[in-house]
């Protein structure tokens, strides 16, 4: 049975790439941070599962800014494949914590390679980076792996430097180290904090009379959004290979944040227009102003896919509000 540790096992990636995983039969090792608040409900139901947790899920305290954690945690597994899916991952908020961004998205990713290297695990595991679409920032779309990096934000300069250090990882010790350069992407599970789950747990709770209007940004920021879902499969595909490399992942699509709430509150038979004011505390200092990614090396290479729409995405991200709200349970 494989071993797999995984870094922010209780974020949106986190938790699918755990399950897909599981699927295969791996065992399962997490990273937590020890804090006040017991953030687990994206891996509540594999820990509610008795044939799982405690027997293929195992769940480590530990930080991306502590060194002799990562170590520690390292030796104890002995992984053979790591997913780094930790960081400091809101854009806007880069802009107002740099420093932090920086130690856990940048020197946090330094610290875990280099425990790698330390603990003796070079030859004996495989690296996968998330790395990020914003690295790319004013660069003209369509993006791909030749396409020159321009950060915009103190989140994308921090993601910049990690992405580097596994290209010098892999060239320098032979480590098998894959960088996905991920494009947006969305689900259910996505942090409230984030624009696509903003407006659609906006538009759930406009229908149902619990909110008046919805304060956002910049309307015209083009992505390219995909499923959370898909993105992992990609994640694992790219450890599967018989060398390291970095692969642009993303749908080829882009839709704009007007598009985002034509699809989420048309969904609700809601007019946007009604509800949704420009606020300029939302406004990030630099705009990145359109990503489209090609992903044409990815679906080569590793034979990969996007399997959601767009539209299929929103539509799940509004009825999983729907839902939420009308039986009062948790929101993730």
């Given amino acids: 049975m494989k071993k797999a540790l995984i870094t922010g096992i209780t974020g949106q990636d986190g938790s699918y790439l755990a399950e897909l995983l599981l699927q295969k039969d791996y065992e399962i090792h997490g990273i937590v941070r020890r804090s006040s608040s017991f953030n687990r409900e994206r891996i509540e139901n594999l820990i509610q599962d008795p044939e799982i947790y405690r027997q293929r899920l195992f769940l480590h305290y530990g930080d991306m800014t502590d060194s002799s954690a990562l170590n520690r945690i390292l030796e104890k597994v002995g992984p053979q494949e790591?997913?780094?899916?930790?960081?400091?991952?809101?854009?806007?908020?880069?802009?107002?914590?740099?420093?932090?961004?920086?130690?856990?998205?940048?020197?946090?990713?330094?610290?875990?390679?280099?425990?790698?290297?330390?603990?003796?695990?070079?030859?004996?595991?495989?690296?996968?980076?998330?790395?990020?679409?914003?690295?790319?920032?004013?660069?003209?779309?369509?993006?791909?792996?030749?396409?020159?990096?321009?950060?915009?934000?103190?989140?994308?300069?921090?993601?910049?430097?990690?992405?580097?250090?596994?290209?010098?990882?892999?060239?320098?010790?032979?480590?098998?180290?894959?960088?996905?350069?991920?494009?947006?992407?969305?689900?259910?599970?996505?942090?409230?904090?984030?624009?696509?789950?903003?407006?659609?747990?906006?538009?759930?709770?406009?229908?149902?009379?619990?909110?008046?209007?919805?304060?956002?940004?910049?309307?015209?920021?083009?992505?390219?959004?995909?499923?959370?879902?898909?993105?992992?499969?990609?994640?694992?595909?790219?450890?599967?290979?018989?060398?390291?490399?970095?692969?642009?992942?993303?749908?080829?699509?882009?839709?704009?944040i007007r598009d985002l709430l034509d699809r989420a509150f048309g969904r609700l038979e809601l007019d946007w227009h009604e509800y949704v004011t420009v606020d300029e505390r939302y406004l990030r200092p630099t705009e990145v102003d359109a990503l489209r990614g090609d992903a044409s090396k990815a679906k080569r290479i590793l034979g990969w896919e996007p399997e959601i729409s767009f539209e299929e995405m929103v539509d799940e991200m509004v009825d999983s509000e729907m839902r939420n709200l009308a039986s009062g349970g948790n929101e993730r």
């Fill in 82 to 256: 790591i997913y780094n899916l930790a960081a400091q991952s809101h854009v806007r908020i880069s802009f107002d914590m740099p420093e932090y961004t920086a130690d856990v998205d940048a020197l946090g990713v330094a610290r875990l390679l280099d425990a790698i290297r330390e603990v003796g695990l070079v030859g004996e595991c495989r690296f996968y980076q998330a790395s990020t679409s914003e690295m790319f920032g004013s660069s003209p779309p369509p993006q791909n792996e030749e396409t020159p990096f321009h950060p915009r934000s103190p989140y994308a300069a921090a993601k910049l430097y990690s992405h580097w250090m596994v290209v010098n990882y892999r060239t320098g010790y032979g480590l098998h180290a894959s960088s996905g350069i991920l494009f947006n992407h969305e689900s259910p599970r996505r942090g409230r904090n984030f624009v696509t789950r903003k407006v659609a747990a906006a538009a759930a709770r406009i229908k149902m009379g619990l909110q008046s209007t919805l304060p956002l940004g910049n309307l015209d920021a083009k992505r390219d959004w995909g499923h959370a879902r898909d993105f992992v499969r990609a994640m694992y595909m790219m450890l599967q290979q018989p060398h390291g490399d970095d692969f642009v992942v993303a749908t080829g699509r882009t839709q704009s």
